[in-house]
């Protein structure tokens, strides 16, 4: 635990020494490829810092918010887009704009005691899940995997909740909601793009989709040319999991998780299809509940195929529930 607090200390503070100079440095430097050249560095050391962790937590978290959100934000940086774009007023506000997904608007928000109870009830949750794995060689592993990603939602969940009041507290900002209650999504467009990890939809919107529908545009329709946007831009997201997965288990990729994102890529494309035959919807349009039933079943069937085997075979899962049970009791003994 000492090492990992110092690890955790060094992964920390090079990254503000590098969003610094990102904030000094690049901006004098023309846009576009001289500008990506100047922070080229920073994107690589990025890479390389979740794996100075043994912790599945501490590297996960790093990745997230280095690997993922901050790398992508700055290329989108060096080409005047995306975030980061105009330049937040002092270093403080360009870093938690570069970690972290941040809501451009700043106006406070009313008091609403309802997200607090919702907060609440998913914090029990947890917390009975944690008591569940006490027990977990008595359940079917069916149901020990779908406890999996229940915990993964509400630790995600939980621990974006504290990033955002400390931001809240600090910039009087705001953070982009994680998610919009997935299980209640009535088809894979809405799912991925309204309602699970609403972060990564953000971010790959201006940095793959929107250049990939320009390049397909010149050589097709415009009502056809967001297929291959759609299609690149799942293919991006299942290698950016590939990396994420590496950092947990170590072990090279499988091309697994990139299968499973190119599948509901082409679902995705394919549906959008479907939508634009107005009298196909009108003729085989669903129930919502059916719609959400088809819909959560088919992500969650092809999670059980694609998505979880790689942390399976490695033990990552058990691992991570285990930290989990650790870190509760850790904070519980203080």
């Not at 023309?30 to 100075?52: D, I």
């Not at 990890?197 to 940095?207: E, H, Q």
Request: net charge positive; charged share 15%.
């Amino acid at each position: 635990m000492d090492e990992e607090l110092k690890n955790l200390i060094k992964v920390w503070v090079s990254a503000i020494i590098s969003i610094s100079y990102c904030y000094y440095i690049p901006p004098r430097i023309k846009s576009g490829v001289p500008r990506l050249l100047s922070v080229s560095p920073v994107l690589a050391l990025f890479l390389l810092l979740p794996l100075f962790f043994s912790s599945l937590h501490l590297s996960l978290i790093t990745a997230f918010f280095l690997t993922w959100l901050a790398n992508f934000k700055l290329i989108l940086f060096s080409f005047d887009k995306g975030p980061l774009i105009p330049i937040p007023p002092n270093l403080p506000r360009f870093f938690c704009f570069t970690c972290f997904p941040i809501k451009a608007q700043q106006s406070p928000k009313s008091q609403n005691h309802l997200p607090k109870l919702v907060f609440a009830i998913k914090v029990a949750i947890f917390g009975v899940l944690l008591h569940l794995y006490g027990y977990k060689q008595n359940l079917h592993p069916i149901v020990l995997l779908g406890l999996y990603f229940v915990h993964l939602y509400l630790e995600i969940e939980i621990i974006l909740t504290f990033v955002k009041v400390l931001v809240f507290i600090s910039l009087g900002c705001d953070l982009e909601p994680q998610s919009n209650k997935p299980y209640l999504a009535t088809s894979l467009q809405d799912f991925w793009g309204r309602r699970w990890n609403l972060m990564v939809p953000a971010i790959l919107r201006p940095a793959v989709y929107a250049p990939m529908r320009r390049v397909s545009e010149r050589r097709m329709s415009s009502g056809w040319a967001l297929f291959p946007g759609i299609l690149v831009a799942f293919i991006v997201s299942g290698l950016v999991h590939e990396l994420l997965f590496f950092y947990m288990t170590r072990e090279m990729p499988t091309g697994e998780v990139t299968l499973f994102f190119m599948l509901h890529g082409v679902c995705t494309a394919a549906e959008l299809a479907v939508k634009k035959k107005t009298t196909v919807m009108q003729r085989w349009r669903l129930s919502p509940v059916v719609s959400r039933l088809l819909t959560v079943g088919f992500v969650f069937a092809t999670g059980v195929w694609l998505f979880t085997p790689q942390l399976r075979r490695s033990g990552v899962m058990e691992r991570f529930t285990y930290e989990a049970v650790m870190i509760v009791e850790l904070v519980n003994s203080v």
